[in-house]
């Protein structure tokens, strides 16, 4: 059965809710939550013709995340949004994202050394720390104003995710590039194709030049664990999974720093919670994630007949889990559509749930802290330049937040003041 059109509905199926960044910037639309509370699963029509269950409660987003035995990510987390992601597509040997047990983990267990544990988050600090104040540094020698997703957020997360990987950010227009066709809503697949193989032909010359001669860098951990590994890695596995780090590791967090930089300028109560008490920054970071993750939705695919709250999900059924609406439920959040940078306990979905949650969430939540906790100290009459409503949102991707976030400042302290 081909559900891009199919089963059950007709010509009344409800179209997915989309953001609507002029009516709720900083929220899902408002008939997620109505449809939270009146059909947590109801049946749905998605932008590229796939029709699959919108789930909306957190407690079942939550399952449907964390089951990946009864709802596979076989089909793509994004293939409901953009026109190159076929779900019907038999996964590819590389498509490591695209695959569940033992095939997907082994390509999440070789990268997670590099991007999750604590003493390598503690060895990235250092180098985030310079990138934000080299950033700022060059903010305040253009004098204002300026455009801080442009000139701050993909600087910074550009050349964090490079010196992570191995690749100057002098070449980053490379994973920029291929970035833009990935994440749009537009591009075919001969169009992907042809847009990652520039950055692809790149990734195989440095793996050949990273195995003859090492650096200091995740490329060259990976290459000799690989080689050490039960099944060793070959060039384009490790290809593919630098590529992904790449085209995945800056603009989603760079969106996430403007989109949470313009929502506590939009709540400037606790905007001076934090500068009042900056032990609350780690607190705040999750509060952004979860006030604003999830976007659009992600997707999973009934392995089996199955339920969902208590409502019947056919084999190969395709689901919406609505991460961002899952996070508003007041079921699992006191004042959910309250910012609250000190919310404890906070077990949002922001960055996923189960095997297959975002495998860069540590050096996601590592920029983002650095660059608070940076901002609050050297910048604290950043502010914008624009009246709110005039900042510009993207659309025709699942990479939801503002295009452009114009700030003015009074100065930039030096990057040594202290609190």
């Known amino acids: 059965m081909d559900q891009r059109t199919d089963r059950p509905g007709g010509p009344d199926l409800l179209e997915l809710p989309m953001p609507q960044p002029r009516e709720c910037p900083f929220g899902p639309p408002p008939e997620m939550a109505a449809l939270r509370e009146r059909a947590p699963v109801t049946r749905v029509k998605c932008p590229t013709g796939l029709v699959a269950w919108l789930v909306t409660r957190y407690d079942d987003v939550r399952e449907v995340l964390g ?141 050949v030049t990273r195995r003859a001669d090492p650096g200091d860098d995740a490329l060259s951990r990976m290459i000799a664990r690989g080689a050490a590994a039960p099944r060793p890695f070959t060039d384009a596995e490790l290809v593919a999974i630098s590529s992904t780090m790449l085209v995945t590791g800056f603009d989603t967090t760079a969106t996430t720093m403007s989109h949470g930089l313009l929502t506590l300028l939009a709540h400037p109560a606790e905007t001076d919670r934090l500068r009042a008490d900056p ?28 339920e969902i709250g208590g409502h019947p999900v056919a084999e190969g059924d395709y689901i919406v889990a609505a991460i961002q609406t899952a996070d508003r439920d007041p079921g699992a959040f006191p004042e959910p559509d309250r910012l609250d940078v000190g919310r404890r306990p906070n077990k949002h979905l922001g960055f996923g749930y189960g095997t297959h949650q ?50 003015t400042w009074d100065a930039i302290l030096p990057a040594g003041t202290a609190r």
């Open 67 to 207: 089951d990946a035995e009864r709802f596979s990510s076989r089909p793509g987390q994004a293939v409901h949004l953009m026109a190159h992601a076929d779900p019907e597509r038999p996964v590819g040997e590389l498509e490591f994202s695209r695959m569940d047990g033992p095939d997907y983990q082994r390509f999440r267990q070789h990268m997670g050394p590099e991007v999750a544990t604590p003493r390598r988050m503690a060895e990235l600090r250092p180098l985030v720390q310079d990138l934000v104040d080299e950033r700022l540094d060059a903010l305040a020698a253009a004098g204002p104003p300026g455009d801080f997703y442009a000139d701050f957020a993909l600087p910074v997360t550009s050349a964090a995710i490079g010196a992570l990987v191995g690749v100057p950010y002098a070449d980053r227009e490379l994973f920029h590039r291929a970035a833009a066709a990935v994440f749009s809503g537009a591009t075919s697949r001969a169009e992907l194709a042809e847009a990652l193989k520039p950055l692809h032909t790149y990734l195989y010359k440095l793996v």
């Open 279 to 306: 032990s609350l920054i780690p607190s705040a970071v999750e509060e952004i994630v979860r006030f604003l993750g999830g976007g659009p939705g992600i997707v999973r695919q009934a392995t089996r007949d199955t």
């Open 358 to 407: 975002c495998f860069g969430q540590q050096t996601a939540r590592l920029e983002l802290t650095v660059t608070l906790e940076t901002l609050l100290r050297r910048v604290p009459s950043l502010r914008l330049a624009v009246p709110a409503a005039d900042v510009p949102f993207k659309t025709g991707t699942p990479v939801h937040g503002p295009a452009e976030v114009p700030v």
